[in-house]
């Protein structure tokens, strides 16, 4: 079955091919009657082990705006509560037929093993810091839909990298389209093998955003973190904190990003999150839902070929 898993799976013509199908649904989006039936007689579960506002909420709508069959596991009142591992809980579900499974989970690699187990195809929607590649498209959305192309242009993504599921998706997405990325945090949230990400690596934030097209904020992680470094939320804002008086040396014209959710006063000051002439943070929550109908659109259209 075809899965969805990972950002290393698509070539520059896939990526393309989904933007260009995002960019159609976007357009169905805007308009009063939104549904379509590529996805009918179809059925998904989305399977969320972690929470999530953005994701979860889109997938369910991509879903129904297709014309899928949609159900939401709620992790919390399932039998996960009693125990239940994640492959009996996918396997079960399994056994339902669904068409799409989408799996959330705190492991990294949880997605990649339940495609070995159930018979349907999977989409990774995050798993722990390795990867959360519906993201990193609609990522990439909102910057081709803001710019008109990815290619040439400087993508700064700073702060917690380490822990970043969001950074490492989209490093190989943008270096796919010939994007220049950088990394930029201190050296405790920048992994240690980052050098060969492909990316230039700044641990000082007006050098790393000097000149960037794209401001690109993540979120401080701290749950993620086991006590060994837990930055001040003062000192991180000095520092790392995305305000106007660091923007300004980004380039003219620069758009600022962040997936979600935020920590206002910590990585990004408000005015900025606020300030729809740089923000593209409300586009990117736009283009999820049309991202994911791209995605789950696809793997249909791959589901009916192997029929
Ligand atoms: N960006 C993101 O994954 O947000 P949620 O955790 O709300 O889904």
Known sequence: KPHFLGAQDLDPPDIANLLDLADVFVDL?????????????????????????????SFELAGKRLGADTINMSMKTSSVAKGETLIDTAVTLNAMKPDLLVVRHSASGAAA?????????????????????????????????????????????????????????????????????????????????????????????????????????????????????????????????????????????????HPGPMNRGIEIDSEIADDLSVSLIQDQVEMGVAARMAVLASLAARLENDR
């Open 29 to 57: 989006n805007r308009q009063s009657t939104k549904k379509l039936d590529l996805l009918r007689g179809r059925t998904l579960v989305n399977m969320f082990f972690e929470n999530s506002t953005r994701t979860q909420s």
């Open 113 to 257: 093993l339940l495609a070995q187990k159930v018979g349907c195809s999977v989409v990774n929607a995050g798993d722990g810091q390795h990867q959360h590649p519906t993201q990193a498209l609609l990522d990439m959305l909102s910057i081709r839909r803001a710019f008109g192309h990815v290619d040439g242009l400087t993508i700064a993504i700073c702060g917690d990298v380490t822990h970043s599921r969001v950074a490492r998706s989209n490093v190989i997405l943008l270096n796919a389209m010939g994007a220049n990325v950088r990394l930029v945090g201190p050296p405790t949230l920048i992994p240690g093998d980052a050098d060969q990400w492909g990316t230039e690596v700044y641990h000082d934030m007006r050098e790393g955003i000097a000149g960037a097209d794209v401001v690109m904020m993540l979120r401080l992680q701290l749950e993620r973190m086991d006590g060994a470094f837990i930055p001040s939320a003062r000192e991180y804002y000095r520092f790392f904190g995305l305000d106007r008086e660091k923007l300004a040396v980004a380039a003219p014209g620069a758009k600022v990003m």
